[in-house]
């Protein structure tokens, strides 16, 4: 079954309905109508469990209509979500975070990772290794790649008796499930005494492309006598000579499934694909799935990798690419008064969920408590958008502004976006707008998209280990309009150990989460 952040796809020129908490509906329920001709919609509310409503022309009288409350949690619901899983329903059911696995432009690894942000190393620059293919990205393109990354790596983390799944994984996959399997490993999880029932796996990706070179035979053999391609060959002269298992190398529900197969999770699991919103949302989604008793355990995280043919020339035609001629490892300027727009990039990035208690039992290391989450779209208004999915975050964890130590912002450095996101901070911080520390991590490490938001987060949580804030690079001099108090540098102290981490789509859709690092 999916729910509604699978349903909602950002594709391009698609409305997006807004998310769970502007639904301004707080209990659950499902209406079926059984009359032919209607369509069915997913929606997901506050609480995490799915909607299912049935929409059609209101003279269609001939079905029944039956509305389940669902605010009971009636079993049989459950059961048909999660099969044979047990819930148990105990209140105030406190998440924490004990396991990260990243690998990212500055790094592989939580502890490699965090000296090179320490240390405000860029992981931008001219891209140098061709991961999708000979010639797949124009020489001289200034992106961020992970370029100690490849199939080999992959190996290292895949189990021995699943390795032969990596024929069927594209390089989003590939990363996706390594960093999850290194976040495994860092919690110090026993998989072999875990309750499989009750962990689960939530997982962000973008939407994924094969190299073009992978068409070109089957293509070729639909053409006719004047080399024009005629599709209606395709289905008897093109199909047959695809690789027999293409799909499953880029379809972006395949890291959760591979993951889930490789720690034997038989609890909730779920893709999303919304873009640089992703990593915020399966983070609170799997936080409701844990708050509602539905597992114990839960692997969240999203993955990204941009520095393809086709995502490139996508890159180009619908958003600003940053580019300083000078210095390309600072084409990336988040809040700066010279960016120009963002930089392409890759990357992935894992956590591992636990109920306190679970945690506590088996001696893990805590590093930080994910106390809520929020999500919202206005179209076209990148701001209010970014005020819904703040305010939202907020109230789900029962904070106030002044409980934000600092705020990880989407900085993309974008001229428009990363202007209305500082006017979402002022509103929403009201007289502590221009005070309360700001900082982007994408000056380093670029925008993988769906991997962005949980590496950011993640620059975050390591950071507040250390008792400090991690630092933004390239913001040179800070924009007067933005008016932020940008952390820049290097790493700022702070005594507040808790962060909002905010990402927004140029859809107008926002996602954000806290962590408390108590």
Aim: aromatic fraction near 6%; charged fraction near 20%.
């Amino acid at each position: 079954m999916f729910t509604g952040a699978t349903c909602r796809e950002g594709l391009a020129g698609q409305r997006v309905a807004p998310f769970g908490d502007e639904l301004g509906d707080k209990r659950d329920k499902r209406t079926l109508r059984s009359s032919p001709g209607y369509q069915t919609e997913i929606r997901q509310a506050e609480s995490g469990v799915a909607l299912l409503r049935q929409h059609g022309p209101a003279s269609a009288g001939r079905g029944t209509a039956q509305t389940f409350d669902f605010s009971r949690r009636q079993p049989s619901f459950h059961r048909g979500i999660h099969g044979s899983m047990s819930q148990r329903h105990t209140p105030d059911r406190r998440v924490v975070i004990t396991g990260v696995g990243v690998i990212s432009p500055i790094g592989i690894g939580r502890e490699t990772f965090w000296v090179n942000l320490a240390a405000a190393r860029s992981g931008v620059g001219p891209v140098e290794h061709q991961f999708h293919g000979e010639k797949s990205i124009p020489g001289g393109f200034v992106g961020a790649e992970v370029a100690d990354f490849n199939e080999k790596v992959a190996r290292q983390w895949v189990p021995k008796n699943q390795r032969k799944s990596i024929k069927v994984m594209c390089r989003d996959i590939q990363m996706g499930t390594a960093s999850a399997m290194m976040a495994v490993e860092d919690s110090a999880l026993d998989l072999e005494s875990l309750d499989h029932d009750r962990i689960g796996v939530d997982f962000g990706a973008n939407l994924m492309y094969s190299p073009p070179t992978q068409l070109n035979d089957p293509c070729w053999n639909c053409v006719d006598e004047d080399r024009r391609f005629v599709m209606q060959r395709w289905a008897k002269h093109g199909l047959s000579k695809m690789e027999p298992l293409w799909l499953l190398k880029y379809l972006p529900n395949m890291p959760a499934c591979h993951i889930a197969i490789f720690v034997d999770a038989h609890g909730p699991s779920n893709s999303v694909t919304q873009n640089e919103a992703s990593g915020n949302l399966a983070m609170r989604e799997a936080l409701h799935v844990i708050q509602r008793g539905a597992a114990d355990v839960m692997i969240a995280g999203a993955t990204g990798a941009r520095l393809h043919q086709f995502k490139v020339i996508l890159a180009a035609l619908w958003q600003e690419l940053g580019y300083r001629a000078e210095d390309p490892a600072a084409s990336c300027r988040p809040f700066d008064t010279e960016r120009t727009g963002e930089v392409a990039a890759e990357g992935a990035c894992s956590l591992i969920l636990e109920e306190e208690g679970h945690a506590r039992a088996r001696g893990a290391t805590i590093l930080g408590r994910l106390s809520g989450g929020g999500s919202s779209c206005v179209e076209g208004n990148f701001k209010q958008a970014a005020v819904n999915a703040m305010r939202a975050a907020l109230r789900s964890a029962d904070l106030s502004p002044d409980d934000i130590g600092h705020v990880n912002a989407h900085g993309l450095g974008s001229p428009r976006i990363d202007l209305e996101e500082a006017q979402a901070i002022h509103e929403v911080f009201g007289a502590r707008g221009a005070e309360i520390p700001v900082t982007s991590l994408k000056g380093a490490i670029g925008n993988s998209a769906a991997g962005s938001g949980t590496l950011e987060l993640a620059g975050s949580l390591l950071a507040l280990q250390h008792g400090v804030i991690p630092p933004t690079l390239h913001c040179d001099t800070p924009d007067p309009q933005c008016n932020l108090n940008i952390v820049r540098g290097e790493p700022r102290s702070t005594k507040l150990r808790s962060v909002l981490n905010l990402n927004l789509t140029r859809f107008g859709q926002a996602s954000a989460v806290i962590v408390q690092c108590d």
